[in-house]
């Protein structure tokens, strides 16, 4: 899988936790649907500004938008269990 296909597939997850259609997200962050959807399938390169609309668009950090975000929750779920 490309990063490509893994950013537009972390961008498809957060859109659908939020209960966001790709044309309400593509309003929000002024963005046309059918580029939403090309970054979900992962055949557009994405710049740092629409990366950041995404961001926006979505209320998350953008480094949540790369995973992250759940990569470090889940880490300092281990780490309290280790502890316990």
């Known amino acids: ?3 490509l296909q893994k950013f537009g597939r972390r ?3 957060l859109r659908q936790a ?3 259609s790709q044309e309400k997200l ?3 962050a002024n963005l046309h649907r059918t ?3 090309s970054v979900e399938l992962g055949e557009r390169n ?3 500004k629409n990366i950041e609309a995404f961001a926006n ?3 998350v950090p953008i480094t949540e938008l790369f995973g ?3 990569i470090q929750a889940r880490e300092r779920s281990e780490l309290k269990r280790k502890k316990n």
Do not use: F, P, W
Request: glycine fraction near 12%; avoid cysteine; charge should be neutral.
């Open 35 to 37: 580029y939403i959807s």
């Open 26 to 28: 593509a309003e929000l």
């Open 11 to 13: 961008v498809r997850e």
């Open 57 to 59: 668009a979505l209320g």
């Open 68 to 70: 992250q975000g759940a």
């Open 46 to 48: 994405v710049s740092l």
């Open 18 to 20: 939020k209960g966001l």
């Open 1 to 3: 899988m490309t990063i």
